[in-house]
């Protein structure tokens, strides 16, 4: 009988342990930047230490009460760590902080110089963003958009995987900036892409007699597209006559270039530009 009555009181002691033991509540959802509950119950006092990506403090409390983390406490997106410590026990629970919605984006746009009329050679990388700055893991879509002067609009939707989405585009047939914008949400970002004209295309010159010397001029050289090529482009004139040959190279001003050659009876002159090669000319008479 005696036997029974300490077994019993045991189990009546160990229960009033529990009762009073301390334990936790931590929420099942959370959202960055905003308020959140941490209750605690049981009898007594504790101390409560709380451990997060960009968080750790200790406070005490009457348990039972429920301690109240600010927007700023969970400003950081990850796994939060709640410890009760109360009478010699130790309770842990974990709990998870997600991203807000998309406020802000970061995009790259590569590269900011590229060709007219050339396919896939603008790639657009952003990273979709929180109001704190924490990626926004989840699928969300982000609409790019490349506008230029005289071409049709190109839009493209691409969702956001783990927080990046990327794309690419084709320039514009014609020269000149282009908008380059990303979208998501109530985010926009704008970058601006310069498009210059590609390789010549369809190169021509001709020639005609100056003092002591040929002239040759190109006509207005452009790309494929007709876009008139950036002064600064270098064009080869190369004569071969009897007594051997020779080579001119003339900067592109205002989009034409024009070089002097020695003077010849007879010869036979070509252009290039790059590896564009242009028409050739058999020159006879002169002076």
Same mark, same amino acid.
């Given at each position: ?25 931590? /929420? ?45 406490? @969970? ?14 026990? @130790? ?9 807000? +919605? !998309? ?54 939707? !691409? ?33 601006? @892409? ?14 005609? +007699? ?9 006509? /207005? ?13 270098? !064009? ?5 006559? +009897? ?13 034409? #270039? ?8 007879? #010869? ?6 790059? @590896? ?12």
């Amino acid at each position: 009988m005696r036997k029974q009555v300490l077994i019993f009181g045991a189990i009546i002691l160990g229960l009033t342990r529990c009762l009073w033991a301390g334990d936790l509540r931590v /929420p099942q959802k959370a959202v960055v930047n905003t308020a959140v509950a941490v209750g605690t119950q049981g009898e007594g006092s504790g101390t409560l230490y709380l451990i997060g990506p960009a968080l750790c403090f200790k406070h005490a409390v009457r348990l039972g009460e429920t301690v109240q983390l600010t927007p700023e406490d @969970v400003r950081t997106a990850g796994v939060y760590t709640a410890i009760l410590r109360s009478d010699g026990n @130790v309770v842990s629970r974990s709990f998870v902080v997600s991203p807000g +919605p !998309v406020e802000r984006m970061s995009f790259l746009a590569q590269p900011s110089r590229v060709p007219a009329n050339a396919r896939d050679v603008i790639t657009g990388t952003v990273f979709v963003l929180d109001r704190r700055d924490n990626l926004v893991l989840a699928p969300v879509p982000v609409d790019f958009t490349l506008t230029a002067e005289d071409s049709p609009i190109i839009h493209r939707t !691409v969702d956001a995987h783990e927080g990046v989405a990327w794309t690419r585009m084709d320039s514009s047939r014609r020269s000149g900036n282009a908008q380059f914008t990303a979208t998501s949400g109530e985010a926009s970002v704008k970058r601006i @892409v310069q498009q210059v004209a590609a390789e010549p295309c369809n190169l021509r010159f001709h020639a005609r +007699p100056a003092k002591a010397a040929i002239l040759v001029e190109t006509d /207005p050289v452009r790309d494929c597209a007709g876009n008139a090529v950036p002064d600064g482009m270098i !064009v080869t004139f190369t004569d071969l006559d +009897p007594l051997g040959k020779s080579t001119v190279d003339a900067v592109v001003k205002k989009g034409i #270039a024009q070089a002097l050659l020695p003077a010849a009876r007879r #010869a036979t002159i070509s252009v290039a530009a790059g @590896v564009v090669v242009g028409n050739e000319i058999h020159w006879e008479g002169g002076q």
